[in-house]
């Protein structure tokens, strides 16, 4: 096999399926399918993050505006930036209440970017926008001449799928690419009764199981598998102690696949588990240690009104 004509998604399966400890990057939860499986998680009223920033960022954003120390026009960046349904909310606050403002969302993805910018100017046609395509670094390099205060974004918690020192390196990066001044606005997920957070991750209606099942669909389509997805199942853990959420595939008996586009052989035993998925959940001490650790200071959370997600508004030291 040449492994130099593999897709970045065949490498990564290749590697995490013949790893000692068999996983699969979360990343690849989105393909298509998977994308529409997750827009049925959000709808869920066990899974509380969604409509948790947005009843921040609907009822908050003014207060958010206030607490940013920019003295002139500034930019919004937002980094992976969605359908902008939830950024919409603070656009158009900030915009009540006379800010002046660009905003920059960057995507990987010409089409996702094109279906933001539609979704955003049909309702805000007054704001100024200015997507930029590509990699979050490459883009942020580009705009360290600006004098322009910049405000960025990272939202919906996603800064909880990485592991502690994964997380800090982002952070870091991220600073290294701001500004003395610049502030960042990050969604990060609360710790809260371990009931309520199980129940958002391994849901009764079992959408949560269908969108990692996709995970194994995906090698077969996009690989040319014969996984056989009945002799899978699906597993959720939570931790309350250090606030992490833990997803796997098991496999419900001793079986082996094949891949021809990999031409590998997958074995696995009974009851061996694929890891997918880490969801940390926070607490306001660990919020304030990462940013000190990560070069910010932390200027105020915003949260919910049941306390049970922050939009937390950080400073570059």
């Known amino acids: 096999m040449n ?4 897709t970045p998604f065949a490498e990564d399966i290749l590697e995490g399926l013949k790893a000692e400890e068999k996983y699969i990057p979360s990343k690849y939860f989105y393909d298509d399918n998977g994308s529409r499986i997750f ?3 959000m709808k869920m009223p066990e899974y509380y993050p969604t409509g948790c920033e947005f009843e921040i960022l609907t009822g908050q954003s003014g207060n958010i505006l206030d607490s940013l120390q920019f003295k002139s026009p500034f930019n919004i960046v937002e980094f992976g930036s969605g359908d902008g349904m939830k950024t919409r909310q603070m656009l158009k606050a900030f915009l009540d209440k006379g800010a ?5 969302p960057i995507d990987i993805s010409q089409e996702a970017l094109d279906a933001l910018e539609k979704n955003i100017t049909s309702v805000l046609p007054e704001v100024k926008m200015n997507p930029k395509t590509g990699d979050y670094f490459e883009v942020l390099e580009n705009m360290q001449d600006t004098k322009t ?10 800064i909880g799928n990485y592991l502690h ?3 800090a390196e982002l952070l870091k990066k991220f600073n290294a690419g701001m500004k003395k001044g610049d502030m960042l606005l990050m969604g990060m997920d609360l710790q809260k009764n371990p009931r309520i957070v199980q129940k958002a991750y391994d849901d009764p209606h079992g959408i949560t199981k269908a969108f990692n099942m996709n995970l194994l669909k995906r ?3 996009e690989l040319d598998a014969d996984i ?10 939570y931790n309350p102690e250090n606030g992490e959420v833990h997803t796997y595939l098991i496999s419900l008996k001793k079986q082996r696949f094949y891949s021809k586009v990999l031409d590998s052989e ?9 890891w997918t998925e880490l969801s940390k959940k926070f607490s306001l001490q660990e919020i304030s240690g990462l940013a000190k650790e990560t070069g910010f200071e932390v200027v105020k959370n915003f949260m919910d009104c049941r306390h049970y997600f922050t939009d937390t508004l950080w400073i570059k030291k």
């Open 228 to 237: 056989n997805l009945d002799q899978f199942d699906f597993y959720s853990f």
């Open 100 to 104: 002046d403002f660009t905003y920059i």
């Open 3 to 6: 492994t130099s004509t593999l």
């Open 149 to 158: 205060p910049n405000l960025f974004l990272f939202m919906g918690g996603n």
């Open 266 to 274: 997958f074995t696995f035993d009974k009851d061996e588990m694929i």
């Open 39 to 41: 827009m049925q998680i």
């Open 219 to 221: 090698i077969n389509t």
């Open 165 to 167: 020192d994964e997380a």
